[in-house]
Nanobody
Framework: QVQLVESGGGLVQPGGSLRLSCAAS????????MGWYRQAPGKQREMVAS???????DYADPVKGRFTISRDNAKNTVYLQMNSLKPEDTAVYYC?????????WGQGTQVTVSS
């Protein structure tokens, strides 16, 4: 069993930056593929960024060049550095951990980009 706790969300002006963190409990964190997803009001949840156990990263097109995902296996934590934020980045951001058919989700953290 893995529990995921996100933090770092908040209100930021367009062009600003935020850093989200996702702390995982349990063992064997390093074997999990980790990801960040987001869900805006009235829209489906979408993948934002992912990083596998080997460190390979992948990004959704809308965030390429602006967001960076990273992980610290010693701290059981995955991060999402978000720069040049836009109003359309406003959403609840969820952390995800996956291994084969097993998947866990965090409770989400709100990110609001507005002037």
């Amino acid at each position: 069993q893995v529990q995921l706790v996100e933090s770092g969300g908040g209100l930021v002006q367009p062009g600003g930056s935020l850093r989200l963190s996702c702390a995982a409990s349990g063992t064997f964190f390093s074997v999990y593929a980790m990801g960040w997803y987001r869900q805006a009001p009235g829209k489906q949840r979408e993948m934002v960024a992912s990083i596998n156990s080997g460190g390979r990263v992948d990004y959704a097109d809308p965030v390429k060049g602006r967001f960076t995902i990273s992980r610290d296996n010693a701290k059981n934590t995955v991060y999402l550095q978000m720069n040049s934020l836009k109003p359309e980045d406003t959403a609840v951001y969820y952390c995800n951990a996956g291994y084969r058919t097993i998947m866990y989700w965090g409770q989400g953290t709100q990110v609001t980009v507005s002037s």
